[in-house]
C-alpha cells in the first residue's frame, strides 16, 4: 500500500508560485528525498503532507485516506505524521522524558504504556541516560535526537524530517544520517527527507525527487541520477561535473573550444550538443584521446585535482593521490575519458530554468 500519494499539487503564496504540479507515490516503507537549491519548495511541500499548508490545486492521501483536496482538509494532528522541522524545538521548560512523551500525553497515553513507549524512543536515539536532564543541559545533537525521539514516540508510519542534521558539526552529522537511517529500516516507515545537501541524500535515499524553482526536474534512485541525469541541471546540481559545447556528427563529437580535437560518440543526439564528464571520469593515460597541457594540481590526500588545458578550454580532472608524484605541472599529458553524458544544447533548458518562482 502505498503511504503517501501526491496528485498535481501545485502551491502559490499569492502572485508567486512555489511549487509546480508535483505529482508522485512515496511507496510505503521507502525513504523519499526531496532535494534542491535554497527556495526550491521542499519545506514547502513538506509543510502540504503535514497538514500546515493547503495546496492551491491537486489532492493528498495518505495510503488511501483523502488529507487535502476539494472540500476535505484533515488538520496536522489527525494525520498521524511524525515530524522534525528545520528549526527542531525540544521545549526548554521540560525535561527529555517529558518532552518526548509530550505526543502520547495530548493522546492521553495510559501511564503504563506511555512509559514504555517513552523509554524505547529514548533507547532507539541513545538518550536513556538523559532521561531527567532540560534541553540546556545537552549539546545541540543530543537535542536533535530528542527532537527525533519526539517524533517517533508514537510509532508513525510516516515521518517527516527537515534538515534534521544541518545544525551539527560533519562528525555528528554522519553519526546522526546513519541512525536516521538505521532507525528506517528497522521500523520500516516511510521517511521523506528534505536536505539540499547531495551527499546526504545519495548517502541515505532509496529515491531522490531533485526539485528546482518549484519543478520536479528527476524522480530517481542516488545511482539513476547520478549517472543518468535529465538534463545538464541534475547533472550540475549532483556531484561535479566539467560541461563542454560541441557537435555531434559522423560518430563523433567535435569540441571547437578544444582545438578541434573530438570524442567518439555512437548515441542518438546530433548537431549542437552539451557533453558534460564528471572529473573522476577523466583519467591520464598516455593513449588517452585527448592531448593538453597540465596545468595546475593540487594534493588532497586522497585525490589529485588537476587543471588540464585543451585548446582554449580548462578541464578539472580528479585522479587518485598517487598520480601527483607522477606529473609535472606544464607537462604535456593524454587524457582518457571513462564516461560521458550528452545532452542537446538547444537552449530549453535555459528557458525552464528561467522559470520564475
Ligand atoms: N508563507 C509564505 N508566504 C510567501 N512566500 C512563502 C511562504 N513560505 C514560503 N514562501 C516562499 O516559497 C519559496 C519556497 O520556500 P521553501 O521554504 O519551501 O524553500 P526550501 O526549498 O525549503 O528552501 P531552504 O533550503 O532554504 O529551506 C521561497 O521563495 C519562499 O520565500
Ligand atoms: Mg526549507
Known sequence: MAAVTVRHISKSFGETIVLRDFDDVFGDGEFITLLGPSGCGKTTMLRIIAGFEKPTSGELYLDDRLVSGGKTFVPPEKRGIGMVFQSYAVWPHMNV??????????RKTPKADLEASVNRALEIMHLTRYAQRFPNQLSGGQQQRVALARALVFAPRLLLLDEPVSNLDAKLRESMRF?????QKKLGITVVYVTHDQTEAMAMSDRIILINCGVVQQSGTPEEIYNRPVNQFVADFLGKVEFLKGIAENGKILFPAMGGQALPYDGPRTGKVEAAIRPENFYFSPDGILRGTLETQYYLGDVDDCRVRIGDTLVRVIVNGYEYHRLQTGQA??????????????GLLEEMLRIQT
Not at 522524558?97 to 495530548?106: E, H, Q, R, T
Not at 599529458?333 to 538547444?346: H, I, P, Q
Open 333 to 346: 599529458v593524454r587524457l582518457g575519458v571513462r564516461d560521458m553524458m550528452v545532452f542537446a544544447d538547444d
Open 179 to 183: 541512525e536516521i537511517k538505521e532507525i
Open 97 to 106: 522524558f517529558d518532552n518526548v512523551a509530550y505526543p502520547l500525553s495530548i
